[in-house]
């Protein structure tokens, strides 16, 4: 009798032990499922913010091209750093009209903090120089944030890398990159994108330059293989004295008009620079309204 009741419960034990196993797996794929689904309403909120973008360029500047008051406008909001009580360096923006790209550059593209804040570029590197300056930044995989649209498709490995290998992609050439610092502005055109495995640091290197050009390299994630990394190559076209350059190429760094595209919320969340509303466009900023003018925004993504 007794070795009868043991077997009736260790067969309740066994029966309960598999359900409580069936509820926690049934829990687990629930709660992965809602993720996913969660996970993709996100996706589906992000859109592309809109960038000003240039009429043209052209290394010859008239008188009425120009605008010495509004260029001392855009400076102080390149020299504005909303960051420096945590020890960050912001040395410029980098935009991309055509892809809706505008993000802060700070120093230090090692850093997973100053990669949250925009883009990172190593430390001691200058733009326009001889040499080549290399930009990093996050790609989010929803083709806005970051530089995620520099990827040309979500999610897709393809063109980038297929089962043959790795690609060159010509898809962007001649698409105008434009960055800023405290003394100059900085027109760039994208000659290539390639794609290299994660470990190929050598694509930073000062002196990988494109036939000796003053070279911008761009480094982001490829999405879903993120062992690799999509390079986008650019060569500079002109730059022009930040007081001296072209009211219409400024235009892309007015934060009165314009917004970064650096956060998502559910991986740095944080808040952006400018803005996109249109009651900011005429006002004018002076040394003793500079702090009100800048508008920052908590990003809804």
């Given at each position: 009798?007794?070795?009868?009741?043991?077997?009736?419960?260790?067969?309740?034990?066994?029966?309960?032990?598999?359900?409580?196993?069936?509820?926690?797996?049934?829990?687990?794929?629930?709660?992965?499922?809602?993720?996913?689904?969660?996970?993709?309403?996100?996706?589906?909120?992000?859109?592309?913010?809109?960038?000003?973008?240039?009429?043209?360029?052209?290394?010859?500047?008239?008188?009425?091209?120009?605008?010495?008051?509004?260029?001392?406008?855009?400076?102080?909001?390149?020299?504005?750093?909303?960051?420096?009580?945590?020890?960050?360096?912001?040395?410029?923006?980098?935009?991309?009209?055509?892809?809706?790209?505008?993000?802060?550059?700070?120093?230090?593209?090692?850093?997973?903090?100053?990669?949250?804040?925009?883009?990172?570029?190593?430390?001691?590197?200058?733009?326009?120089?001889?040499?080549n300056f290399t930009l990093?930044?996050?790609?989010?995989?929803?083709?806005?944030?970051?530089?995620?649209?520099?990827?040309?498709?979500?999610?897709?490995?393809?063109?980038?890398?297929?089962?043959?290998?790795?690609?060159?992609?010509?898809?962007?050439?001649?698409?105008?990159?434009?960055?800023?610092d405290k003394k100059y502005l900085?027109?760039?055109?994208?000659?290539?994108?390639?794609?290299?495995?994660?470990?190929?640091?050598?694509?930073?290197?000062?002196?990988?330059?494109?036939?000796?050009?003053?070279?911008?390299?761009?480094?982001?994630?490829?999405?879903?293989?993120?062992?690799?990394?999509?390079?986008?190559?650019?060569?500079?076209?002109?730059?022009?004295?930040?007081?001296?350059?072209?009211?219409?190429?400024?235009?892309?760094?007015?934060?009165?008009?314009?917004?970064?595209?650096?956060?998502?919320?559910?991986?740095?969340?944080?808040?952006?620079?400018?803005?996109?509303?249109?009651?900011?466009?005429?006002?004018?900023?002076?040394?003793?309204?500079?702090?009100?003018?800048?508008?920052?925004?908590?990003?809804?993504?």
């Amino acid at each position: 009798m007794s070795k009868k009741k043991t077997r009736v419960n260790k067969k309740r034990s066994f029966k309960h032990w598999l359900i409580t196993i069936s509820l926690f797996l049934l829990s687990i794929g629930l709660l992965s499922y809602w993720g996913y689904q969660h996970y993709q309403e996100l996706l589906a909120k992000v859109e592309p913010l809109k960038v000003y973008q240039p009429k043209k360029t052209s290394s010859k500047i008239s008188k009425s091209e120009s605008d010495t008051d509004y260029a001392k406008d855009i400076l102080k909001m390149v020299e504005w750093n909303p960051h420096a009580d945590q020890g960050k360096t912001k040395i410029g923006y980098v935009g991309i009209p055509s892809r809706h790209i505008l993000l802060p550059i700070y120093v230090n593209p090692y850093s997973s903090s100053t990669l949250n804040l925009g883009a990172a570029s190593i430390k001691g590197e200058k733009m326009g120089q001889a040499t080549n300056f290399t930009l990093a930044a996050h790609n989010f995989n929803n083709h806005v944030t970051g530089f995620s649209a520099l990827q040309l498709t979500e999610n897709k490995n393809a063109p980038y890398l297929t089962s043959s290998g790795t690609h060159s992609v010509q898809a962007l050439k001649n698409t105008k990159v434009y960055t800023i610092d405290k003394k100059y502005l900085y027109v760039y055109k994208v000659k290539v994108q390639n794609t290299v495995y994660k470990t190929k640091v050598s694509v930073m290197d000062s002196n990988n330059t494109i036939n000796g050009q003053p070279t911008l390299t761009i480094i982001s994630c490829l999405f879903p293989n993120i062992n690799y990394r999509i390079i986008t190559r650019a060569t500079l076209l002109v730059k022009y004295p930040v007081l001296k350059a072209p009211k219409d190429l400024l235009k892309v760094f007015d934060m009165r008009i314009n917004q970064t595209n650096a956060h998502v919320n559910w991986w740095n969340p944080g808040q952006e620079e400018g803005s996109n509303m249109e009651l900011w466009e005429d006002l004018r900023i002076n040394e003793l309204s500079f702090q009100r003018v800048i508008c920052f925004r908590v990003c809804k993504f």
